[in-house]
């Protein structure tokens, strides 16, 4: 009997496999099911998740062990940052020299989320019916849960929802090795992204306070399994490299925007990288606010009635489930109110909106895409419905019933599901993918290990050109990157620091490494520093400077003239609100009321016609102080020499016109810039002092 028992085990686990690899042929397609192909690894936070494991896979070990310093220097990362699924990023880290070079592991990913989806959902079911076939059918319900195909088309890591039926599948057996499951599944989640870890803090926190309301006797034994857990996880968190970054840089505001809407369990409105989409043949597509796609949880028709049956069955003499009432009312209670956040909004229409503490918002930031909480709604949603049917319903009728609901289900669905055939939802990038026209991106990585941003921006429109270039051509390291999480405070001082070095002229900062930017005024500034120590080319609408002779030409005759610097026109305003492609240097910030200093020096560089040359030239400023309520206070030096600021609007500018010089240089020297973070407004640690809005020479 044994033995047939565990065939049939073996048998039942076959079946899983066969159903995930078909259900994963579906969502990839073969050419993306392939482990060697990762074009479609491009869009979104698709490239990032690849690109940041090719990094910590080409770099040694350090300690922590998620330590991944190569992709972002200064900026503190590690693997679970760029969201890369720590757990494989390990595994197969240990195994790199036996890998091809452009190994990919997300299409085994999304293998095994369909089959562990598919598994605890049988299992939770399974341990509520002990009916196999009952099991079976009520297992589809959960792979085809839109909440979890819309991840997996967006978020990978993310798409990992086992972790929550993983949850509710301890809690509904009887095994005296709950507390050690419990643990077991927290320690995981944090190898596979943290949302899941803060999830499976508040179900187990709840767990804890049901079981002391059952039983105060219980306290020690919970004591007991926080203090052995809780240790554990910080230390697995330690090791992955949670903590390479400081606490404060953990938040991320989002709060109350990336929130959940109220129609959002009946709004079929879904969204890929194709595009936007209607889930249901049945249902209109919603509205919603802000960022409220991040609270997507459409239950679909055949949702709707296990939705009603869950409902019902607070009304209705049924067998206990797994958990009481009450708990189940206080867990839909605390993962409504937290995903809902303090913007309570139905559609479009703002109900209520509630102003926070600092203190209470700054914990909540943690938690930014709040909207993600009601995933264990959802998931308690299907499971109390099913278990529902198969309690009220007997015989042949809870079959019918659960066989009629998939069915209304999967053809309701069909509209979302076409999007999701044999990869569509990554398809469409393989037209977009930049296609090199020359072996310059191959020749510079052959030369240059490290790409650099002259401004460090998370998530920069230079990462988003660059995705193919890192995909393709081995570069060692660079700060062009896009975190989750990373360190502000670094992010100012390393930028401030880099400017100061292209100030003193220094070369060693170019030895084997390029500056990226997009910013034609700052190439300018840097070859009006630099000359021709350096070389400049333009590709893809990015420049590209190093100190290293890459192609030939390096098409410098074509692109000289973008480094003449530009003359002003006497007695004409120069709007920095709406002029482009200026001749300001370092240390500003374009934004919508002007220059924005950041940092302790800002330039401005400009020629004078010799023709209109005169002694008796006048400086007017339309500078504002950035804060309100804080004077920007600076310097003001015209080619080293020091000018008057009693007047901004009639600064005397010595100048020979015997010996007129080709440019001049404009420079604010600020005296105590400050920062949103210095000031407890905010994270951003910029440091700013003035808004310049418009200048202007007159005679």
Same mark, same amino acid.
């Given at each position: ?71 972002? /220097? %200064? ?95 301890? %809690? ?45 006797? /219980? ?40 929130? /959940? ?30 960022? %409220? ?354 007047? /901004? ?51």
């Amino acid at each position: 009997m044994k033995k047939v028992k565990n065939n049939n085990i073996y048998i039942n686990h076959i079946t899983l496999i066969i159903i995930s690899f078909l259900a994963g042929l579906y969502l990839l397609g073969f050419d993306n099911l392939n482990f060697l192909n990762k074009n479609w690894l491009y869009s979104g936070d698709l490239s990032q998740y690849q690109i940041g494991w090719e990094f910590f896979r080409n770099d040694s070990w350090r300690f922590p062990l998620g330590f991944n310093p190569n992709y972002g /220097l %200064e900026f503190g990362t590690s693997i679970a940052y760029s969201d890369s699924i720590p757990l494989f990023a390990f595994i197969f880290k240990l195994f790199k020299n036996f890998l091809p070079e452009n190994f990919q592991y997300f299409s085994l990913w999304i293998v095994l989320i369909i089959y562990l989806q598919l598994l605890f959902s049988y299992l939770i079911i399974f341990n509520l019916t002990k009916n196999f076939y009952f099991s079976s059918i009520s297992m589809f319900f959960f792979i085809l849960a839109p909440v979890f195909l819309n991840r997996s088309g967006i978020h990978l890591s993310l798409a990992g929802h086992w972790i929550i039926l993983f949850s509710f599948y301890i %809690e509904s057996s009887n095994s005296k090795l709950k507390p050690m499951l419990r643990g077991f599944n927290l320690i995981l989640s944090s190898l596979i992204f943290f949302y899941f870890t803060m999830m499976l803090i508040i179900l187990n926190s709840l767990t804890y306070l049901f079981l002391l309301i059952k039983k105060k006797s /219980l306290y020690k034994n919970i004591f007991k399994e926080i203090i052995l857990i809780y240790p554990l996880l910080f230390l697995t968190m330690y090791i992955v490299g949670y903590f390479t970054i400081r606490p404060e840089d953990g938040l991320g505001g989002g709060y109350g925007y990336y929130n /959940l809407n109220l129609n959002s369990l009946f709004n079929p409105n879904g969204f890929n990288f194709s595009g936007s989409f209607n889930w249901s043949v049945l249902m209109p597509k919603l509205p919603f606010n802000n960022g %409220e796609y991040e609270g997507f949880s459409y239950l679909g028709i055949g949702g709707f009635f296990l939705l009603f049956f869950a409902i019902l069955s607070f009304f209705k003499n049924i067998r206990e489930f797994f958990i009481s009432r009450k708990e189940i009312l206080l867990i839909f209670f605390v993962f409504l109110a937290l995903s809902i956040s303090q913007n309570i909004n139905f559609g479009e229409i703002n109900i209520l909106s509630i102003d926070l503490n600092n203190y209470i918002l700054g914990v909540l930031s943690t938690i930014r895409s709040s909207g993600r909480l009601i995933w264990p709604v959802y998931y308690l949603i299907l499971i109390l419905g099913i278990f529902f049917i198969f309690n009220y319903f007997s015989g042949k009728k809870r079959f019918i019933i659960l066989i009629s609901l998939l069915f209304i289900q999967l053809i309701d669905l069909s509209s979302g599901l076409k999007q999701y055939y044999k990869g569509n939802q990554y398809n469409y990038i393989s037209k977009n993918v930049f296609k090199n026209e020359d072996n310059f991106w191959n020749n510079l990585s052959f030369k240059i290990t490290t790409l650099r941003s002259i401004k460090f921006r998370n998530q920069s429109d230079l990462y988003y050109d660059l995705r193919n270039v890192f995909l393709n051509y081995n570069f060692k390291k660079t700060d062009i990157v896009y975190l989750a999480r990373y360190n502000r405070k670094n992010t100012a001082l390393n930028n401030y620091k880099l400017i100061e070095s292209f100030l003193n002229k220094e070369m060693d900062i170019f030895k084997e490494t390029a500056f990226l930017t997009k910013d034609l005024n700052v190439v300018r500034n840097i070859h009006f520093l630099y000359g021709k120590n350096l070389f400049y080319y333009f590709r893809n609408n990015i420049w590209i400077i190093t100190s290293q002779y890459i192609v030939k030409p390096n098409n410098i005759e074509s692109i000289k003239d973008n480094f003449e610097i530009k003359n002003i026109v006497l007695n004409k305003k120069i709007n920095f609100i709406n002029s482009k492609n200026l001749n300001y240097g370092f240390g500003w910030e374009k934004q919508s009321r002007g220059l924005a200093s950041d940092g302790n020096y800002s330039s401005i560089i400009f020629k004078i016609d010799n023709k209109n040359c005169s002694e008796n030239f006048y400086l007017k400023l339309n500078v504002e102080n950035y804060y309100n309520d804080i004077k920007g206070d600076f310097n003001l030096y015209l080619n080293n020499k020091i000018l008057s600021k009693k007047n /901004l609007n009639r600064i005397p500018l010595k100048i020979n016109c015997d010996n007129i010089q080709n440019y001049y240089i404009l420079e604010f020297k600020y005296q105590g810039p400050i920062s949103l973070r210095e000031l407890n407004r905010g994270l951003n640690h910029s440091k700013r002092s003035i808004i310049l809005k418009e200048i202007e020479i007159i005679s």
